[in-house]
């Protein structure tokens, strides 16, 4: 009962942002952005999540991220973690100044719940060869949800990062993330999971799924969210739960697509040609079908 009643208090919070049938999201979570170590499983994928990021940016789409974007239980210094990544974070800088970035936060990153945190940390960059501070995402405003509301139907799509109501991830996530810090991430380094996540443990991952359904069967909301690291997309007669997976799979990362009235997943990786040269490859996993197919309010 306690993920029904974070899911619906998150949902009554949410900041509403409207949609058309001209709207263009991408969704991606669980990117898990490190500092470059051993652990960092976002490194083997950071060539293709640029040339996604890219893609989405030419082409007209808002970047949602979706929780979990940088590894912060981990990692208590943000300057690391962007130091890494640069090409990263540039390109959500361009997104940014364009007003197409909306971020997410979920359990692993949850610090950015105070505006103290993100005034430090995100409003600004400090370059340490230069000694000068800089712009770097100047007056964003992170949030916990959001609710994607189309502008004639009133169909609604909740997003946010479904940690919410995961004891261990949520009511109790500080002594988890303490555990991580200083414990689970050496073991982390060398192929260890620590026990805490869904992500390894089908038993967790499959409980909280069903929490995510039946949350859905009485509010009558199509749900996008993370946490899980699984990807899925609801086939005939399931209910709209979309989940759009992490970047942190071995050889991809996975993406959900609003676009133009329809909704599909995709998985971006490297793949090599009939002449061995490897390039960046978008493909549609499932989809496109057209957005109002997931509205399940009654009298619809």
């Known amino acids: 009962m306690r993920t029904q009643q974070r899911l619906t208090e998150a949902y009554e919070k949410a900041r509403v942002v409207p949609f058309t049938d001209a709207s263009r999201f991408v969704f991606i979570c669980d990117c898990h952005r490190g500092i470059g170590s051993l652990a960092d499983e976002f490194t083997r994928n950071e060539n293709s999540y640029v040339h996604a990021l890219d893609h989405y940016y030419s082409n007209g789409f808002t970047y949602v991220e979706v929780g979990d974007g940088d590894e912060l239980w981990e990692h208590p210094h943000y300057k690391h973690i962007k130091d890494a990544h640069y090409d990263s974070f540039d390109a959500l800088k361009r997104f940014h100044l364009d007003a197409r970035f909306i971020l997410i936060w979920g359990n692993h990153n949850n610090f950015l719940r105070y505006p103290e945190y993100v005034k430090d940390n995100l409003h600004v960059y400090r370059d340490e060869y230069s000694g000068q501070t800089y712009d770097f995402l100047p007056g964003i405003e992170p949030c916990e949800a959001i609710v994607l509301r189309h502008d004639i139907t009133g169909q609604e799509i909740v997003v946010l990062h ?91 990362l996975t993406a959900i697509e609003v676009s133009e009235g329809t909704i599909s997943l995709v998985r971006w990786r490297i793949v090599a040609d009939a002449r061995g040269s490897l390039r960046v490859a978008r493909e549609v996993l499932r989809g496109p079908d057209p957005i109002e197919m997931f509205d399940t309010r009654q009298g619809v």
């Open 162 to 252: 479904g940690h919410q109501g995961d004891f261990a991830n949520d009511q109790a996530w500080l002594p988890t993330m303490i555990g991580l810090r200083y414990f689970w991430r050496h073991i982390h380094a060398v192929g260890g999971r620590s026990p805490a996540s869904p992500a390894k443990n089908a038993y967790k991952r499959h409980k909280i799924e069903r929490n995510y359904t039946k949350w859905i069967e009485r509010h009558h909301r199509a749900l996008i969210c993370g946490h899980t690291h699984r990807f899925k997309y609801p086939r005939n007669g399931e209910q709209p739960y979309f989940n759009a997976g992490s970047c942190v799979y071995p050889t991809k």
